[in-house]
C-alpha cells in the first residue's frame, strides 16, 4: 500500500472555468475525498471549489481530463 501523500501547505484547489466542461459525471469532483468540488447551479451549472472543504490533496488535478484544476 503507497503513503498517502501530505497536502500541501496552504495551497488549495481552483477550476478554471475556461477550460472546464461543467460535465455532470465531473471526474475530479467524484475522487474529491472531502466533497470540495460542487456544482452551484443545477445540471450545467458552474463547478467550483469550497475553500474551506478543500484539503490541497490533488487528487482533482490528476484526473481532470481538461486540465481546468490547479493550485493557488
Do not use: L
Not at 4 to 27: N, Q, T
Request: hydrophobic content about 30%.
Amino acid at each position: 500500500m503507497k503513503p498517502e501523500k501530505k497536502p500541501k501547505k496552504g495551497k488549495k484547489a481552483f477550476i478554471m472555468e475556461a477550460k472546464c466542461d461543467k460535465s455532470p459525471f465531473c471526474p475530479s469532483k467524484r475522487v474529491c475525498p472531502t466533497g470540495a468540488i460542487e456544482r452551484a447551479g443545477f445540471f450545467m451549472g458552474k463547478i467550483v471549489v469550497n475553500d474551506e472543504k478543500c484539503i490541497g490533496c490533488g487528487k482533482c488535478i490528476k484526473v481532470c481530463p481538461h486540465s481546468a484544476v490547479t493550485f493557488r
